[in-house]
C-alpha cells in the first residue's frame, strides 16, 4: 500500500508541475489560466490526502501492535 501510495503522490506532483508550465505568467488572472490553476490546486489536494491516508494507516498500524 505504501508503494501504491507513493507512486500516486509521484503522479500529483508531476501534475503540479505540469500544469505550473501551462501557466502563461504575463498575464495571470486570464481566463485561460484557470484550468491550470484548477489543476493545481486538485492535484495538491490530493497529496494532501494522500499523505493524511498515509499516517492513519501508520496510526492504525501502532493500534494494532498494542492490542
Known amino acids: 500500500m505504501k508503494i501504491f501510495t507513493n507512486i500516486l503522490v509521484f ?3 508531476a501534475l503540479v ?7 502563461d505568467f504575463s498575464n495571470l ?3 485561460d ?4 490553476f484548477i489543476g493545481i490546486a486538485a492535484s495538491c489536494c490530493a497529496i494532501l490526502i494522500l ?3 498515509r499516517l492513519s494507516k501508520k ?3 501502532k493500534m ?3 492490542l
Request: charged residues 25%; without cysteine.
Open 59 to 61: 496510526i492504525e498500524d
Open 33 to 36: 489560466n484557470a484550468v491550470a
Open 51 to 53: 499523505i493524511i491516508f
Open 29 to 31: 488572472f486570464k481566463e
Open 11 to 13: 503522479l500529483a506532483a
Open 17 to 23: 508541475i505540469f500544469n505550473i508550465t501551462q501557466l
Open 64 to 66: 494494532n501492535d498494542k
